[in-house]
Structure formats: structure tokens, C-alpha cells
């Protein structure tokens, strides 16, 4: 079974501090993706990476970064956490070929007070 | 631009056969998937259709349409624990847009 993690749950974070979110998979895939569920507006992507250390801005990557040192990890940074940045965050990857369904990690509920 | 629309709840009883539409207005189209999520859960893979007609899977049935931008998940014989959003998502030079999302309600 294909498994995606991610570091936390649930994270409680202060206004300003900065942020990383961690996204581990472990079924060898190119793509990676990082989205934001909020209620009435669905899923939306954040940032996606093709390969290593390639990234791609997403629809709202503003206030956000990302790193991929290793094809298998795929880390979201948030460099100055906001209170509008509050929301659950989902990773997910995808295999490269022609398999495209995304399986996605249990999501991380990040408040920001 | 990409614009996705799905009903934003639906109530259904159980035993029974439930449509969930989804009309999407894309750039590009490379396939539609949908997904269900269940409540504090991740999205999990339902189907994907690319090509025009019915895909059958078990109890679950998806159909496409490209000529009207329109899909739609078909739930026979529903169960309780089908209670769940279902997400329709249109896939466009390797990303996936997301509607809203349509939370189903199955009652006894």
C-alpha cells in the first residue's frame, strides 16, 4: 500500500514564527503536492514538485515555500506564520507515469493564534 | 481559467441510488477523478475517466461527458458509511483543480 505521512496532526503555532510542515511517501513517486482545505473552498494547491529540488508555484503559493531535497520527502514552509494561514494541510504525491490518481497523507490541522 | 461545481449537500436514504453531478469549465481537460473523504480523513481514489461514457466499479459508477464539461458519481445500494464529501477534480497539464466538494447524508 502506497503510504504517505506527515509530521503532525494537529500544530499549534504563534503569529510570525516560521513553519515547516513535513510530507514523507514511501512508494517512490516523481510528484509531490502540497494543498490547503478550508470549508466552502475545497482543496487548493499550495506548491508541486516534479523532481527533485524542481518546484512549481500552485494557485496560492503567496506566503509560502517549499523545499525537496529527496525525492521522498516534500516540506512546506510557512516563513511568517499568519492567522489566515490557519487551515488543514494535505499532502499528496502521484506516480509520474501514466497512473494518475494522487494518494494523499492524513493531513496536518495547523492554528495559527 | 478553471471554474468546478458540485451541489454542496445531498441527503439520501439508505438502500438507495444517489447522483452527484460535477460540471467543470477548464483551460484544458486531461481526465476527471473523484474522490471520497470521509469526515477528519484524507481523500481517497474513486475513479478517473478520461474518455466519454460510464465506468462501472462495484457500487460505484462514474460517467463523463466532454462535450458538456459535466460528470457524474452514481452510488447504488447506499450504506451508511457512505456518508462522506465526495470531490470532483478536473486534471490540466499534470495538476488537479478541486470543486467544493458535495457532502452526502445517508439516513436509515
Known amino acids: 500500500d502506497v503510504k504517505v505521512t506527515q509530521s503532525s496532526r494537529y500544530l499549534v503555532k504563534r503569529t510570525g514564527e516560521k513553519v515547516f510542515l513535513e510530507c514523507v511517501q514511501d512508494?517512490?513517486?516523481?510528484?509531490m503536492f502540497w494543498y490547503r482545505q478550508d470549508p466552502g473552498l475545497g482543496l487548493r494547491l499550495i506548491y508541486f514538485?516534479?523532481?527533485?529540488?524542481?518546484?512549481e508555484k500552485g494557485d496560492i503559493p503567496e506566503g509560502y515555500s517549499v523545499s525537496r531535497e529527496k525525492k521522498e520527502r516534500f516540506s512546506l514552509i510557512l516563513e511568517s506564520a499568519s492567522t489566515n494561514q490557519t487551515s488543514m494541510y494535505l499532502c499528496?504525491?502521484?506516480?509520474?507515469?501514466?497512473?494518475?490518481?494522487?494518494?494523499f497523507g492524513p493531513g496536518t490541522r495547523l492554528t495559527v493564534t | 481559467g478553471q471554474n468546478i461545481d458540485q451541489p454542496t449537500e445531498m441527503t439520501a436514504t439508505e438502500g438507495a441510488i444517489v447522483q452527484i453531478n460535477c460540471t467543470y469549465q477548464?483551460?484544458?481537460?486531461?481526465?476527471l477523478f473523484w474522490y471520497q473523504q470521509h469526515a477528519g480523513e484524507a481523500p481517497t481514489f474513486l475513479s478517473y475517466?478520461?474518455?466519454?461514457g460510464l465506468e462501472e466499479k462495484g457500487r460505484f459508477s462514474s460517467f463523463l461527458s466532454r462535450s458538456k464539461g459535466y460528470s457524474y458519481l452514481l452510488l447504488k445500494e447506499l450504506q451508511m458509511k457512505d456518508s462522506a464529501s465526495y470531490l470532483c477534480?478536473?486534471?490540466?497539464?499534470?495538476?488537479?483543480?478541486f470543486g467544493d466538494g458535495t457532502t452526502l447524508t445517508v439516513k436509515p
Open positions: 499528496a504525491s502521484r506516480n509520474g507515469g501514466g497512473a494518475y490518481e494522487q494518494y
Open positions: 512508494m517512490d513517486h516523481e510528484n
Open positions: 514538485s516534479y523532481d527533485v529540488k524542481m518546484k
Open positions: 477548464t483551460s484544458g481537460f486531461n481526465g
Open positions: 475517466n478520461v474518455l466519454d
Open positions: 477534480a478536473v486534471l490540466n497539464a499534470g495538476k488537479s483543480t
